[in-house]
Structure formats: structure tokens, C-alpha cells
């Protein structure tokens, strides 16, 4: 007949510390958890921005039939959009 002792024996105790989820050290300020939401939302501002302005303009070209009328202004909007993004990324860190 199996033992139920034999089976809770059968792995290591853990330590007591270890129990713990989170211990007091490991809490952040309010404010330095402010700062890293704002600064990931800023980062997918940014990540938006590539996308949509620098990134979909040259898909759309190169899937549809019709010639750029103005490759200036669609590459200047293209490189202001990717310039922007990058500004964003800076001032997120």
C-alpha cells in the first residue's frame, strides 16, 4: 500500500525564503514605473510611425501599378516620418 508521506518526501523541501514571490528590494518606486510605461508607449509611438510612414508608402508602391507622380515628396515624408521616429526613441530613453 502506497504511503501518502512517501510521495510529499519524494521532492526536496524548498527553503522558506524562496517562498516569497517578491521581497521588499525587489519593489520599484511609483516613479520609475511611470517612466518605463511612458517611455514603452512613446517606443510603440515611434514603432507606429516607421510603419506607417516609412514603411507602407514603399510597400504601396511596390505592389501597385501606377508610377510615383513625385518620388521627392514621397521620399522626404518617408525620411521625415523615419527622422521622427527616431527623435521619439531618444526621448523615450
Known sequence: MDRPEAIVTA???????????????????????????TATYVNGMAIGMVVVGGV????KVIVSCYPVSSIGSFLASAMVCIGLSAALHFVAR
Open 11 to 37: 521532492f526536496p523541501a524548498a527553503p522558506l525564503g524562496s517562498l516569497r514571490m517578491f521581497s521588499l528590494r525587489d519593489r520599484k518606486s511609483p516613479r520609475e514605473e511611470t517612466a518605463k510605461l
Open 56 to 59: 507602407a508608402p514603399f510597400i
